[in-house]
């Protein structure tokens, strides 16, 4: 069956230039996270959507960065002016209320030189 | 406040051994535990979850895990560890008393499984 994606799988950018990342959660899940993995790291979060209620937007790291999701589907994830610390692996994933476990995408990987 | 904790960024075991991997938390309530694993360059897989019930949960793949509320631990365990058992570990929390639906991640724990 179809799983979380993501795309694009890895993105190589240019310090300075905006991202956008994209999250299709699994088809009738109403939650979706946004993690960040920095190599060698645990998960820092970053964003949570449930259903049409506001995003918890507490893991931010600055205004650089915001996501958007339009009902229960597909999410972007922005990143602005980006910086060498940007790079990292970005997850996505999405639950069910009446399962608390998360399914997680396979990440984009952000590269900024 | 939630919080977990792995105290081992990695654990080395000979294929056939058990195994255990690590993992504490902290809540106020009474907590949602859950064990995931990453395999190299991919995404997190759930491996098992801890709600409510009885204290030893079974998984995927043959794992599982104790949940022992003196001790606040969560510990993962295998009987008979297998090389293909060889990745990431990651202990999760989830304390519904706050009404979060956030869960906090460990560090994680490397596993690795020699031949």
């Known amino acids: 069956g179809a799983g979380v994606s993501q795309s694009p799988s890895n993105k190589v950018t240019e310090k300075g230039k905006d991202v956008e990342l994209r999250c299709d959660p699994i088809?009738?899940?109403?939650?979706l996270y946004w993690y960040r993995q920095r190599l060698g790291q645990g998960l820092e979060f970053l964003i949570y959507f449930q259903g049409n209620s506001a995003p918890d937007k507490s893991g931010l790291p600055s205004d650089r960065f915001s996501a958007e999701r339009t009902g229960e589907s597909v999410s972007t994830l922005t990143i602005q002016r980006t910086q060498q610390e940007d790079s990292a692996v970005y997850l996505c994933?999405?639950?069910?209320?009446?399962?608390?476990?998360?399914?997680f995408g396979p990440g984009t990987r952000l590269t900024v030189l | 406040a939630q919080s977990v904790a792995q105290p081992e960024d990695q654990v080395n075991v000979a294929e056939g051994n058990p195994l255990t991997v690590k993992c504490t938390y902290s809540v106020s309530g009474n907590p949602y535990l859950f064990w995931y694993v990453q395999y190299p360059n991919r995404g997190l897989q759930f491996l098992l979850k801890?709600?409510?019930?009885?204290?030893l949960v079974k998984g995927s793949y043959g794992f599982e895990a104790e949940f022992n509320k003196s001790q606040t631990s969560f510990h993962l365990k295998k009987p008979s560890a297998l090389v293909s058992d060889s990745a990431l570990y990651f202990c999760?929390?989830?304390?519904?008393?706050?009404?979060?639906?956030?869960?906090?991640f460990g560090r994680g724990t490397s596993l690795i499984v020699h031949p």
């Open positions: 994933a999405s639950s069910s209320r009446l399962n608390n476990e998360q399914f």
């Open positions: 088809s009738g899940h109403t939650a």
């Open positions: 999760a929390v989830r304390d519904p008393t706050g009404g979060s639906y956030i869960p906090t």
């Open positions: 801890y709600i409510t019930g009885d204290n």
